[in-house]
Nanobody, 117 residues
Framework: QVQLVESGGGLVQPGGSLRLSCAAS????????MGWYRQQPGKERELVAV???????NYTDSVKGRFAISRDNAQNTVYLQMTSLKLEDTAVYYC???????????WGQGTQVTVSS
């Protein structure tokens, strides 16, 4: 079992930045993959960014060049640095972990990000 707690969401103007944090309840060193997803009202949850145990990253096209995912194994935390935020980035952002390539998968409770002028 893994508990994930997200933080860092809030209200920001277009063009601004936020850094989301996801703290795990135990060591993340062995976790196969950690990621950030987001869900907008009336839409399905979508993958934003993932980082593997080896440090490889992948991003959805709409955030490439603006968002960066990283992990700090010593702090048991994964981050999502978001810059040049747009109105369409407004969503609830969820942290996710896949312990192995075959699961299990765990989710955080989500943190709201609102981009508005």
């Amino acid at each position: 079992q893994v508990q994930l707690v997200e933080s860092g969401g809030g209200l920001v103007q277009p063009g601004g930045s936020l850094r989301l944090s996801c703290a795990a309840s135990r060591s993340i060193i062995s976790f196969n993959r950690m990621g950030w997803y987001r869900q907008q009202p009336g839409k399905e949850r979508e993958l934003v960014a993932v980082i593997t145990r080896g440090g490889s990253t992948n991003y959805t096209d709409s955030v490439k060049g603006r968002f960066a995912i990283s992990r700090d194994n010593a702090q048991n935390t994964v981050y999502l640095q978001m810059t040049s935020l747009k109105l369409e980035d407004t969503a609830v952002y969820y942290c996710n972990v896949d312990l192995t390539a075959y699961g299990p998968r765990y989710w955080g409770q989500g943190t709201q990000v609102t981009v508005s002028s």
